[in-house]
């Protein structure tokens, strides 16, 4: 007989038996939270328990553990299984899983699987045999007493307006109280995945999970990230005032949870003191929901999905998005598509540019300097990536050393769970083993006092594609950046496709010309049901479109490393009152295949603020400046770095109808866009390259 061991944070919370080599079966012991026991042994025929923990079935580990043990013994550099599981070898001879999200990877001794290791944006699920936990991520943990949980008790926590928040209370059992706090506000219902916030409890800490305003079992009106700053404050003040708090909270949650985290921040309230910030959303002009003063169409599916009171995920899975996406004006979508309004959509349709409205639901503008210690997680590829790009602009200018940490990987909005995108191989070593266990690190020293070092380690730990390896820096982007000046050129590249990007700044003026039909947009590639608006993607075929500008260095004669984001100056003139400019950073290979890494947008209207429009006079020459997305990758040898320019991404953003009306208009009209280059007008990237 075999016996592993499931551990989920550090907590065993299975034992698996197999037995069947000797005639026998495989059965499995499972930890009762409530009771902290572990159950009697039963036949192993159900691993929902565990899927629900890591989102891997073990069960299928251990069906095909035979033939995996086949392929291991013959040393093979990379495995498919009967069942299409694709495998490839480590350098340090462990296999990763690819092409699928959330994978498992295999430790090796001795051409055998001693451990499975199932990572995630912030938890670690480790199935390891029995004695090889310290060879094993179990090792990072120190052992200590682990709490049974309490049966929650359901609170209504009033607000300052006397709206009632549904809030469920889970606390350590035996625990010498008071104790500190971890919080998680969310929309989508706070009994949806209550299972992975156990574990801070049986760490020692009460866990308070609520319904956002609006959602759920609360009152009141579901207006996304307007009320977050006020409801935040006052559910910090509540926990504050209980018996079994110590007054010490912090917060954890990704995305809108991660949102609530900053909003909650941004009130200045004293017993917040540490927050696990993933992948956060960001002020609605710069991330969602109208990046750049655009009008982000693909968080359309995550609006369907939020239309009713219940979270609604099969609203996300429309057959027809394209025709859906095509509706104007675009109150008029959900009607035709759901039948229903969306009350909240009409809302942020009536406030056409930036104003005290949208400034309620902008946590980076009401943030006053408050110092919140900040664990920060993202990747170059998550689509609110703008929203963790705030973040370290915030804690740049605000936070003193030791304060914060960020860790920035490449990952889209999901998080620590892919190898590979769309195709994209992200690198041996793209996954993190340690990710919870930093989380609790943050938590132990900030709201317990432990001094373990955690605060002394790297304030920046980002992982650089092409080089398959984690850096670390003091500040983002690192010191040892130097911003760099490629000059768009009408010149040819030296073969023949588009112009080219080069250091030395053109003396004579040109101009690059494109014509712009929003009738006809450009794509931008994206999974609409997968809500992932951000991946690597293979743009050569779009770059062939007329109304595409394409700017390449010549072929790289050495590698080059870009980390941090690109500043784009560029000296516009159009025949129209308004338009979208949208730039690309790609990769582009020895064989002509370019792979988007980073993007950026605005509304040009906007260029000098999102207050008030600044429209176009025709003749007339406009500065724009665009940031990108933040990225940190090597442009091989023989690459090129290539820069596109176009007015529109079909999926991404509704395209702007070049009148005054912008993009919710029955009228559009096509532009006669230029780019000027050289001379008083030299268009241009700033590039933070690393030496």
């Known amino acids: 007989m075999q016996q592993w061991n499931f551990y989920y944070s550090g907590i065993l919370y299975g034992i698996i038996c197999d037995s069947r080599e000797d005639g026998g079966e495989l059965t499995h012991q499972a930890l009762n939270p409530f009771s902290g026991q572990l159950s009697e042994s039963e036949t192993f025929t159900d691993d929902s328990f565990y899927e629900t923990l890591c989102k891997r079935r073990l069960l299928n580990f251990f069906e095909d553990l035979p033939e995996y043990n086949g392929f291991l013994s013959t040393g093979a550099e990379s495995f498919k299984t009967l069942s299409g ?3 490839s070898r480590r350098q340090d001879g462990s296999y990763i899983q690819r092409n699928i999200k959330f994978p498992m990877d295999f430790l090796i001794e001795n051409e055998s699987i001693y451990a499975v290791v199932m990572c995630g944006r912030d938890y670690t699920g480790v199935l390891v045999r029995e004695d090889m936990e310290q060879k094993s991520p179990v090792s990072y943990w120190e052992s200590a007493a682990i709490y049974p949980v309490c049966q929650p008790k359901t609170y209504m926590v009033p607000t300052r307006d006397q709206e009632l928040l549904a809030t469920d209370v889970y606390l350590p059992e035996g625990a010498a109280y008071p104790v500190p706090s971890v919080l998680i506000r969310t929309p989508y219902g706070k009994s949806l995945g209550k299972e992975q916030y156990y574990r801070f409890v049986q760490w020692g800490y009460a866990v308070v999970i609520q319904d956002t305003r609006g959602r759920e079992d609360s009152t009141g009106e579901w207006l996304p990230n307007y009320y977050e700053v006020e409801d935040g404050d006052d559910t910090l003040n509540w926990i504050a005032a209980q018996s079994w708090s110590d007054g010490q909270t912090a917060m954890t949650g990704g995305s809108y949870l991660g949102f609530v985290q900053w909003a909650a921040a941004a009130s200045g309230n004293p017993h917040l003191k540490a927050i696990l910030s993933f992948v956060c959303s960001g002020s609605p002009f710069v991330d969602l929901p109208r990046r750049g003063g655009c009008f982000i169409s693909g968080s359309m599916a995550w609006n369907f999905a939020m239309s009713e009171k219940h979270f609604r995920p099969d609203y996300m899975d429309q057959k027809d998005w394209d025709e859906i996406l095509a509706i104007r004006p675009v109150e008029d979508m959900p009607k035709i598509a759901l039948g229903t309004e969306l009350p909240f959509l009409n809302k942020w349709l009536e406030h056409p540019h930036y104003d005290e409205f949208w400034k309620q639901a902008d946590w980076y503008a009401r943030s006053q300097g408050q110092v919140v210690p900040a664990l920060i997680i993202s990747g ?15 804690v740049k200018r605000f936070y003193p050393e030791g304060t914060y940490k960020a860790v920035l990987g490449p990952w889209k909005h999901s998080g620590n769970a892919d190898y590979d995108v769309n195709g994209y191989f992200m690198g041996e070593n793209a996954l993190r083993y340690d990710m919870d266990f930093l989380c609790f690190q943050w ?19 980002y992982y650089t594609l092409g080089s398959n390896c984690w850096r670390e820096a003091d500040v983002w982007p690192p010191a040892d950046t130097i911003p760099t000046e490629y000059y768009l050129s009408t010149q040819p590249s030296d073969n023949g496709f588009g112009g080219t990007l080069t250091l030395c700044k053109p003396g004579a003026g040109s101009i690059s010309e494109f014509t712009y039909d929003p009738e006809n947009p450009s794509t931008h590639i994206i999974d609409m049901a997968e809500n992932e608006l951000e991946v690597p993607a293979d743009y050569t075929e779009e770059e062939k479109r007329s109304d595409m500008l394409i700017y390449s260095t010549p072929v790289l004669e050495k590698d080059l490393t870009l980390t941090g984001d690109v500043t784009a100056v560029l000296y516009l003139s159009s025949d129209c009152p308004d338009t979208d400019l949208f730039v690309r950073i790609t990769d582009v290979d020895e064989n002509g295949t370019s792979i988007k890494l980073a993007d950026g947008v605005i509304d040009v209207k906007y260029r000098n603020g ?18 990108t997305t ?32 912008g993009f919710d208009s029955t ?13 008083n007008f030299a268009s241009k990237l700033i590039l933070p390259l690393e030496l």
């Not at 900030?446 to 920046?460: D, R, Y």
């Not at 429009?613 to 665009?626: A, F, K, Q, S, T």
């Not at 009228?667 to 001379?679: D, F, L, P």
Request: aromatic content about 12%.
């Open 85 to 87: 599981s694709c495998f």
């Open 380 to 394: 170059w590829f998550d689509d609110n990536g703008m929203g963790t790009t705030e973040a370290l602009d915030l």
């Open 443 to 461: 938590l132990e020293h900030f709201l317990k006092g432990v001094f373990n070092g955690i605060e002394k380690t790297a304030a920046m730990e």
């Open 610 to 627: 999102f207050y008030e429009p600044d429209y176009m006079e025709p003749g007339e020459v406009y500065e724009i400046r665009i940031r």
């Open 630 to 661: 933040k990225l940190s990758a090597v442009f091989k040898a023989g690459h090129r770095l290539r820069f596109t320019v176009t007015s529109s991404a079909k999926n991404f953003m509704f395209p702007n109808s070049n009148t005054e009306a």
């Open 667 to 679: 009228v559009t009209r096509i532009a006669h866009n230029q780019i000027h280059c050289g001379g």
